[in-house]
């Protein structure tokens, strides 16, 4: 049982490429959220997912797209990468509404947009 | 929507003595309440959580404590050891998302030995 894992650990973009990364849970949890990490910033929702084939936007949704075309699978998107958006990126999962049941964390990707 | 202040943001202690992190929210309607633990490098693991029909909740040396009329809670460490050292963060539900927690901005808590 891995729990939460993600893909790629790390990661170094130009300005205006593109990336996908990637997060898989193997506990079956309906919810699934996207979240960065920035210093002095705490935690901030991107986007969630309350099931397969949905998604919704959280706190700072904008730059990003996500999907959730298999339960297990939520990709997030970075279409044109900017420097801003350098930041540690950690996926979550609960089995219920997260706010009201523990939620899971990756291991998180770092990224930077040079 | 939920707004979460944690303070301090960084907290010293000797091994052996407590240690005390203190957060507030704004939305009354919020009802649940937990705290993470992330160590370096690593994601943010849950600890300990309270929900706000209970005041207070212990689970070995951690305690967390919920005030809803001050809208505040607080998380207490007794006997702190240096593998204690820490990011801890604490959140609170967003009704208004549903679904999401809004989290403090963290606190680091180093105990020296």
């Known amino acids: 049982n891995a729990g939460v894992t993600q893909t790629p650990k790390f990661r170094v973009l130009k300005t205006g490429q593109s990336m996908t990364l990637l997060c898989a849970q193997d506990?079956?949890?309906?919810?699934m959220y996207w979240y960065r990490q920035d210093p002095g910033m705490g935690l901030r929702l991107i986007h969630y997912?309350?099931?397969?084939?949905?998604?919704a936007k959280g706190e700072v949704p904008d730059g990003y797209n996500v999907s959730r075309l298999k339960k297990q699978n939520f990709l997030l998107g970075l279409e044109s990468a900017a420097p801003s958006q350098t930041s540690v990126y950690f996926c979550?999962?609960?089995?219920?509404?997260?706010?009201?049941?523990?939620?899971?964390f990756g291991p998180g990707t770092r990224l930077t947009v040079l | 929507g939920e707004n979460v202040e944690q303070h301090p943001s960084t907290l010293s202690v000797q091994e052996g003595d407590s240690a005390v992190i203190k957060c507030t929210y704004s939305?009354?309607?919020?009802?649940?309440f937990p705290w993470y633990k992330q160590e370096l490098g690593k994601g943010p693991q849950l600890i300990i959580d309270i929900r706000s029909n209970v005041g207070e909740k212990k689970d070995q040396r951690i305690a967390v404590t919920l005030n809803k009329t001050a809208k505040h809670f607080s998380l207490h460490i007794t006997e702190t050891q240096p593998e204690d050292s820490a990011v801890y963060f604490c959140?609170?539900?967003?009704?208004?998302?549903?679904?999401?927690?809004?989290f403090g901005k963290g606190t680091t808590l180093s105990v020296s030995s």
């Open positions: 939305d009354s309607a919020s009802n649940y």
């Open positions: 959140a609170a539900s967003d009704n208004q998302a549903g679904t999401a927690l809004i």
């Open positions: 979550a999962s609960s089995s219920t509404s997260g706010s009201g049941d523990t939620q899971y």
């Open positions: 997912s309350v099931g397969e084939g949905t998604t």
């Open positions: 506990m079956n949890h309906e919810y």
